[in-house]
């Protein structure tokens, strides 16, 4: 037994140490192994397959952040005070204050609107014509737990903004657009109607109108031609078209514009209109107001550049060579058809400028500026005094023979000076590649027309509805006796002047 035992205990010592050692084979030739795998590195055979390394995601240029920050301040300068006082001074003294009262408040209005919906309506993906609602209060926008932000597209692959920057950059431009329509109802318009119908316009027509023109999914998603039709079909209509507007010569200016003209038709014209004199009260305030935004507008438009490179330098550029064009076309105008030049003209030729431009500013060259600028000052001069005849509507201010007239001009001339032999830079044809080309003046012209159309007719649309909403629900006019007294006193219990 004892001999059993033993012959046991010897076979099963054996067993064990077989099995030890077929345990410790693959770690006791590891380190040759690894030797080996050393010596032929550099056989490209002998290499396991690797897995391709994801990219890191992009981040943001500081200088780009700086620009763009710098350019979103410039364009609130635009409203707040530039375009209250432009307005402030071409109203009559006992309107003054409800001017800037009115301009102040809806800019504030539109700016929360645009934080909780408005952004998402216009720049989130949807449909052709409207957004979506994933960015409603700016959800998604900052993680405070991981403390990450959002990044949206510019227009080079790979370089990106926070995109809490561009909802800040694209606030201020919905903001002065609700702004601009004021003008066009000043001095007889209730101020509960007013901030009524601006949130209705807004809604249905500013962000619908900038979600066609401006959105799309951004460059670094077209990846192949495979994806190119899939992308270009979830961005706005008339994104989709291929119509070009570099700062928003469709989205602010004809569509303001053309609201302003439908709300002057709608409210009807001022007491006393064609009968009395209606002189701006301040042209010092309105001079200064002009001068404002002329500063404020190279963020307007070189900011739409999204970034700080050649293309916000050839905006930047163009919008100061086209508008002292338009200032000087404007008072030669008025020198030659009324006898002497107005500083009224010279500040409405540099806002007729600084409008015709917005489209084309980045989208054309220098030569494009030159006649761009000139057409406008002649062709708003026409807008303000002959079409406006022809119209018969008392649009207070001018809103569409400056802004409607001028953005249809600049918009239209886009589309024939962005022709590379013109001295325009051409478009991207092909955003896998970054090829640049031109379609050909006659198809481009019919893109930008059919743009402007769309526009025009939706903004009209939309601007009757609201209008007529408001006018049932609590009025669009002051009752005579307010309107005679002035806004100042009978809306807001106080005035721009102590007597």
Not at 91 to 103: E, F, G, H, T, W
Not at 450 to 474: E, H, L, M, P
Request: charged fraction near 15%; charge should be neutral; glycine fraction near 12%.
């Amino acid at each position: 037994m004892k001999k059993l035992c033993a012959f046991l205990a010897v076979v099963l010592s054996f067993a064990f140490a077989g099995q030890t050692t077929a345990q410790d084979k693959p770690a006791a030739k590891a380190e040759p192994a690894k030797a080996e795998a050393k010596k032929d590195e550099a056989k490209p055979a002998a290499q396991p397959e690797k897995k391709e390394e994801a990219k890191p995601a992009p981040t943001p240029n500081k200088g780009d952040v700086a620009w763009m920050l710098t350019s979103t301040a410039l364009v609130l300068m635009m409203s707040v005070p530039a375009l209250a006082l432009f307005y402030g001074g071409m109203v009559r003294s006992k309107n003054a204050l409800s001017m800037l009262m009115q301009v102040f408040v809806v800019f504030s209005l539109v700016t929360v609107l645009w934080c909780i919906y408005g952004y998402s309506l216009a720049f989130t993906e949807g449909n052709a014509f409207f957004g979506g609602f994933d960015r409603v209060f700016l959800k998604g926008t900052f993680d405070p737990l991981k403390g990450e932000f959002a990044t949206a597209a510019t227009f080079s692959k790979g370089v990106v903004l926070p995109e809490l920057v561009y909802v800040a950059f694209q606030a201020t431009f919905a903001a002065i657009t609700c702004c601009l329509v004021l003008g066009a109802i000043a001095e007889r318009a209730r101020f509960s109607a007013v901030l009524l119908f601006i949130v209705l316009w807004f809604t249905f027509s500013y962000a619908p109108i900038a979600h066609m023109v401006w959105f799309w999914m951004g460059p670094d998603v077209y990846t192949s031609a495979k994806v190119v039709d899939e992308m270009n079909s979830k961005a706005g209509l008339i994104w989709q078209w291929g119509a070009l507007d570099f700062a928003g010569g469709t989205v602010v200016h004809i569509n303001s514009g053309v609201a302003g003209l439908v709300g002057a038709y709608l409210i009807g014209k001022r007491i006393g209109f064609g009968k009395e004199a209606m002189p701006p009260h301040n042209l010092t305030l309105t001079m200064i107001g002009a001068a404002l935004l002329w500063t404020g507008w190279f963020g307007f438009n070189a900011g739409s550049a999204l970034e700080a490179n050649g293309s916000a330098a050839l905006a930047f550029m163009n919008t100061y060579l086209a508008t002292a064009c338009a200032v000087l076309a404007w008072i030669g105008g008025e020198a030659f058809f009324k006898g002497r030049p107005s500083m009224l003209g010279g500040a409405s030729g540099a806002v007729a400028g600084l409008v015709a431009i917005t489209p084309a500013a980045g989208n054309v060259g220098i030569p494009g500026a030159f006649v761009i600028g000139f057409a406008a000052g002649f062709v708003c001069l026409w807008g303000v005094s002959g079409l406006k005849k022809m119209l018969g509507a008392d649009d207070s201010l001018d809103v569409f023979g400056v802004h409607a007239v001028g953005g249809i001009l600049g918009a239209l001339l886009t589309g024939i000076f962005n022709d590379p032999s013109l001295g325009g830079p051409g478009l991207v044809e092909d955003w896998v590649t970054g090829k640049v080309g031109y379609p050909g003046m006659g198809a481009q012209f019919w893109i930008q027309l059919k743009g402007v159309v769309v526009t025009f007719v939706w903004s009209a649309v939309v601007a009757a509805i609201s209008y007529k909403i408001v006018d049932f629900t609590i009025g669009l006019r002051v009752s005579e006796e307010d309107e005679r007294e002035g806004l100042d006193t009978t809306s807001h219990g106080e005035a721009a002047y102590r007597m």
